[in-house]
């Protein structure tokens, strides 16, 4: 299993951009993927989750309304559109594949069993 991180960079606040991850070594189209973010000197932070499908998403509160997942399961690519981004979105993004087909329990991490080598982003004047 291969999941590989771009998009990440250097934008200034309220600015956007768009994260992939390109997923191999298993049937992508089977499995609910997340978007998980590590901010300098924090822990882990859950941000996003799509069901195998596409279907249902689920998002933390703090990027309702600024963030959007999305899957091409016919190009094995999640995506993370980020917009109005914040100072407070500086982080390492990481793709994660979840072990079910489901968003349930998106924000437990034992319901992960790859992740990304992950990509930088940074909001900053």
């Known amino acids: 299993v291969q999941l590989v991180e771009s998009g990440g960079g250097l934008v200034q606040p309220g600015g956007s951009l768009r994260l992939s991850c390109a997923a191999s070594?298993?049937?992508?189209?089977?499995?609910?993927m997340s978007w998980v973010r590590q901010a300098p000197g924090k822990g882990l932070e859950w941000v996003s989750a799509?069901?195998?499908?596409?279907?249902?998403?689920s998002y933390t509160d703090s990027v309702k309304g600024r963030f959007t997942i999305s899957r091409d399961n016919a190009k094995n690519t999640l995506y993370l559109q980020m917009n109005s981004l914040k100072p407070e979105d500086t982080a390492v993004y990481y793709c994660?594949?979840?072990?079910?087909?489901?968003?349930?329990?998106?924000?437990?991490?034992?319901?992960?069993?790859?992740w990304g080598q992950g990509t930088q982003v940074t909001v900053s004047s």
């Open positions: 994660a594949k979840k072990k079910t087909l489901t968003i349930v329990a998106a924000n437990d991490w034992d319901e992960y069993d790859y």
């Open positions: 799509i069901n195998s499908g596409g279907g249902r998403t």
């Open positions: 070594g298993f049937t992508f189209s089977t499995y609910a």
